[in-house]
C-alpha cells in the first residue's frame, strides 16, 4: 500500500471544510442571539412607565434598604461615585431637593458604586454635608439590574413604584421647575 492511498480525498476535505464552517457560523448566531437577548432583558426593566426593580443595599449604618420599603413615596434613585466630577457637581442641589421635600411622601435613595464601600462614602458624605441615605454597592449590582451605562444615573419613580423619569448625567435638581416636578408627583394620590 502506498502513501497516496492512505490520504483523504478532496471530497472528505471539503466535507470537513463545510462542517467546521456551520458549526463556527453556528456558534457565533448563538453568542449574538445571547447577547443580544440579555441587552433586552436588562433595558426593559428600567424604562419609563414600568415597575422599578426593586433592590436592597445596606446604608452607611449597615441596615439593609430596600426600595420596596418605600412604596406609596416618590424616590429619587440616584446611582453615583465618590470619584466621578459630575456626580460631585450634583449632590449639593440633591441635597437641596432632599431638604425641599423631606417629609412629604418623598425619599432619596443615593446608591454609590464606589469599590471601597463605606471606606469612600461616609467621608464624602460628611465633607459635603449630605444628610440623604446613601447606599452602598460596591459589587456594582445595580448596574445590569437597572441597565446602567455611566454615572451619574437617576430613576424617579412614583408612588406605585413605577418609572417615570429617568436622567442620564448630572443635573440641577434645585430648580423651581424640578421643584414643581416633583411637587407634582408627591402630591399625586395613590391609585
Not at 59 to 87: E, M, Y
Not at 92 to 105: A, D
Not at 134 to 144: F, G, H, S, T, V
Request: proline letters at 8%; hydrophobic letters at 40%.
Amino acid at each position: 500500500m502506498n502513501a497516496k492511498e492512505n490520504r483523504p480525498g478532496p471530497s472528505l476535505k471539503l466535507s470537513l471544510t463545510i462542517l467546521f464552517v456551520f458549526i463556527a457560523a453556528t456558534l457565533v448566531i448563538l453568542l449574538l442571539r445571547n447577547e443580544r437577548d440579555s441587552t433586552v432583558a436588562t433595558t426593559k426593566q428600567i424604562q419609563v412607565g414600568f415597575p422599578a426593580p426593586n433592590f436592597t443595599f445596606p446604608d452607611l449604618n449597615g441596615q439593609q434598604v430596600s426600595l420596596s420599603d418605600h412604596r406609596g413615596k416618590v424616590v429619587l434613585v440616584n446611582i453615583w461615585a465618590t470619584w466621578c466630577p459630575p456626580c460631585r457637581q450634583e449632590m449639593p442641589s440633591i441635597q437641596k431637593l432632599y431638604e425641599r421635600f423631606k417629609g412629604e411622601n418623598f425619599e432619596i435613595l443615593a446608591v454609590s458604586i464606589d469599590s471601597t464601600g463605606r471606606e469612600a462614602v461616609a467621608p464624602f458624605m460628611r465633607t459635603m454635608n449630605l444628610t440623604f441615605p446613601a447606599l452602598l454597592d460596591p459589587r456594582e449590582n445595580i448596574r445590569p439590574l437597572y441597565g446602567v451605562t455611566g454615572v451619574p444615573e437617576s430613576f424617579i419613580i412614583d408612588k406605585e413604584g413605577i418609572v417615570v423619569e429617568k436622567i442620564i448625567g448630572p443635573i440641577d435638581w434645585a430648580t423651581p421647575k424640578v421643584f414643581h416636578f416633583f411637587q407634582d408627583l408627591t402630591k399625586k394620590a395613590r391609585s
